[in-house]
Each structure stands twice: as C-alpha cells, then as structure tokens.
C-alpha cells in the first residue's frame, strides 16, 4: 500500500485498489489461523510507518506524522479510548511495547508514559514506549 500511496497519492483509485487486495490477505491470514485453531491464540497487530497526505510525508503535519494501528485478538478484552481506557497519542515506538506486553515481555517506560506489565492472559492495553538499552539485558 506504501508504494501506492507514493507513486499516485494517498486516497488515490490506485491506493485503495491496493488496501482493498491488502484487506483481502489479512482475510486469508485470519481465516488460516481460525483453520488451524489459533486465531483465539493469536494477537493480530495492523499499523503503518506514517500517515498519508499527497504523495509524500516529508511535512511535519497531522495527516502524515499519524499512524494507524489496529489491535485485535478475540481471546483479549481490548481496552477502548476515553477515560475508562487509554488516551492521548498514540506513537508508533508504542506498537513494540505493546506487542512485548501481551507476550509477557515487560517493556519499560519513557517519562510520562505509563509501564505495561500486561500478562498474556489479561486485557491488552497500550504499552509504554521500551527502553531497549534497559529492556536488552533481561531477554
């Protein structure tokens, strides 16, 4: 879809013919996991390296600098926004911590970002941003 986005614009026939044929493949990955019961197993993360605006993400702008993520498993409880969930932004050094959460891999946290000892049988929420030179050691 990145290649889409950059050789017509994000938006274009083109980038949404491309998301549509990537939509169909997540399908595919989805429906291989429920064949092999492992989809109620499984953590099925969605995100980009950038936004879109143009063809481009060379300016510092909202379009471009926000990051679609998309978290789903069907064995979690996921943690909606607002004020009984998360908030705020969300970066894309949060997908990693996240992730390492839900496996049980404590990921530390940035100042002013909360710690995510998520175990792997509780609900998923959004992880801190890990600090790999504190995080390396103990893996």
Known sequence: ?????????????????????????????????????????????????HGGYGSGHTEWMRPTAQVPVIFFSPSRSMKKPGKKGWGGWLDIKDVAPTVLGAMGIRAYEWPQRRLNDAHPTDSLEVGSRSDAQRLAPEI
């Open 1 to 49: 879809v990145d290649n889409a986005g950059h050789s017509s614009y994000w938006g274009s026939d083109k980038y949404y013919r491309f998301l549509k044929l990537v939509d169909g493949l997540v399908k595919n990955i989805h429906g291989a996991l429920q064949e092999k019961m492992l989809s109620t197993e499984t953590l099925i993360v969605i995100t980009s390296d």
